[in-house]
């Protein structure tokens, strides 16, 4: 228990003295996520609410790749991305690898099949009942998908936090992609790693709190949307 | 003004069996070779489960279009052209289906919604007036969430949010389930009201006979998708 007790007062320590290493981690995690998530929310809410809204040819097939994107693991998303990102890669003249949008693209692919599938079941579950309530009020068309996307807004939300506790947390595209370069692409999770295998457990942990932290922030937020707006 | 608001002419309702071969003949849950419902009526639907009142509800509330026959609406009939821009229609006939479904907003938000889709003003004054005629305060429920409301509360604050639209045919399948006898007498009077102040028409169904024949000026029964009998015998057969 002294391991943890130690770790946690000087993480404290490390926090309060805002410690520039720990700091730039945080900076360099906060702008990847922020990155990262603007994309699949960009990207993701339409798709999603398109793929549960819409009946379309190949609709399943398409939600089928969805679902399967979500079970892709980490580091062979890294690698994809790593590999199309790399000197050699399609987009190697973009000089993306071992920087904060290179991170964030490979962050995107992560995030963007939990915005679509889950944005995709929250409006393929909205209340059934519902459609033939506004269609029952006289609502047209264009009002309906409004009305539609409007009651899913909690769900959304929900797709959104989800999609950040995976973004924040990720280490291995962060690694591959990022390169885990000091002061430019260490984020909290690669500098976790690497500080623990290092035996500097203290500043694992301080960064470990701020995360901790954060993704509480994060859900008290999504509680609060939840309560306030119903 | 066509004295008629709903002339119904060899109406068939009827879908396919899942699972039936390919050229069996279609289940028909409705069949209504004439009805006709005259401009500020009341008509109630009696009938046991799975009679056709919904479905026929439905048709009249243009959510349904019948699989054979013809349905005219004030003098026009209402093709497949017509039901292309149905919302219109539907502004003109609204329904209270059997499930009652609030969106998650207020109780004044959900009294608002249709008359936002219309593009009609809305003050405190309509939501307030719409709320008293199911019975509910203005002071009580306009700000009250969704969410905190009875099942019985839920179905007269829907009603409230169609009484405030103040539709020329309103269609109500089963508006007094779960309701206490207060709030049922509370409907009743809405219903009157509708008729007697703006000359709505109106169709209900319910399974309360004594309720109904209070408000109804003809009763139909109805079994297996036909009319089978009709209290005042009005224009059905």
């Not at chain 1, 999770?189 to 932290?213: D, P, R, S, Y």
């Not at chain 2, 009341?42 to 349904?64: A, D, M, W």
């Not at chain 2, 639209?165 to 007498?185: F, K, W, Y």
Request: charged residues 15%; positive net charge; contains cysteine.
């Amino acid at each position: 228990m002294d391991f943890f007790s130690e770790g946690f007062a000087k993480a404290v320590a490390l926090i309060l003295a805002l410690d520039p290493e720990t700091f730039s981690a945080v900076w360099a995690t906060a702008g990847v996520t922020a990155l990262a998530l603007f994309a699949s929310l960009a990207l993701g809410l339409p798709l999603g609410f398109g793929l549960g809204y819409f009946r379309f040819p190949g609709r399943r097939a398409a939600r089928l790749f969805v679902d399967w994107m979500l079970s892709l693991p980490t580091v062979v998303i890294g690698l994809i991305v790593y590999g199309l990102i790399s000197s050699r890669g399609p987009l190697g003249e973009w000089g993306l690898l071992f920087t904060v949008p290179g991170m964030a693209l490979g962050l995107t692919l992560l995030g963007l099949p939990i915005i679509i599938s889950m944005t995709a079941t929250a409006v393929e579950t909205t209340d059934t009942r519902l459609t033939q309530t506004l269609l029952s009020l006289g609502a047209d068309r264009w009002q309906m998908l409004i009305a539609t996307l409007v009651e899913a807004r909690f769900a959304m939300a929900l797709a959104a936090a989800s999609a950040f506790g995976r973004i924040v947390s990720e280490v291995g595209i962060a690694m591959m992609v990022g390169g885990n370069i000091k002061w430019h692409t260490r984020t909290i999770t690669t500098a976790i790693a690497l500080e623990t295998g290092k035996g500097e457990f203290a500043t694992g942990i301080a960064l470990g709190v701020i995360l901790m932290l954060v993704a509480l922030a994060v859900n008290l937020l999504v509680g609060l949307l939840r309560r306030r707006a119903a | 003004m066509n004295s008629t608001i709903y002339s119904l002419r060899g109406i068939e309702a009827c879908y396919s069996e899942p699972g039936a071969a390919t050229g069996a003949a279609d289940a028909c849950v409705l069949s209504i070779p004439t009805l006709d419902i005259a401009r500020g009526s009341i008509v109630g639907l009696v009938g046991h489960n799975g009679s056709g009142k919904s479905t026929l509800l439905k048709i009249l509330g243009f959510l349904l279009q019948p699989t054979t026959g013809e349905l005219f609406f004030d003098g026009t009939l209402v093709d497949r052209a017509a039901l292309r821009a149905g919302h219109l229609l539907r502004r003109r006939a609204v329904l209270l289906g059997q499930d009652t479904c609030l969106l998650k907003r207020s109780v004044s938000s959900n009294i608002a919604y249709g008359l936002r889709l219309r593009g009609l003003p809305v003050t405190e004054n309509l939501i307030a007036r719409a709320l008293a005629q199911v019975g509910l305060s203005h002071a009580d429920y306009s700000r009250r969430s969704w969410q905190r409301l009875s099942g019985g509360e839920a179905r007269r604050v829907a009603l409230a949010a169609r009484l405030v639209l103040r539709p020329e045919v309103l269609l109500l399948d089963e508006p007094t389930a779960g309701l206490d006898r207060a709030s049922t007498e509370h409907v009743k009077a809405a219903v009157l009201s509708a008729r007697q102040n703006l000359g709505t028409t109106l169709v209900i169904v319910s399974h309360d006979m004594p309720w109904l024949t209070s408000c109804a000026d003809t009763v139909l029964q109805m079994d297996e998708g036909r009319i089978v009998s009709s209290q005042n015998e009005l224009g059905a057969s």
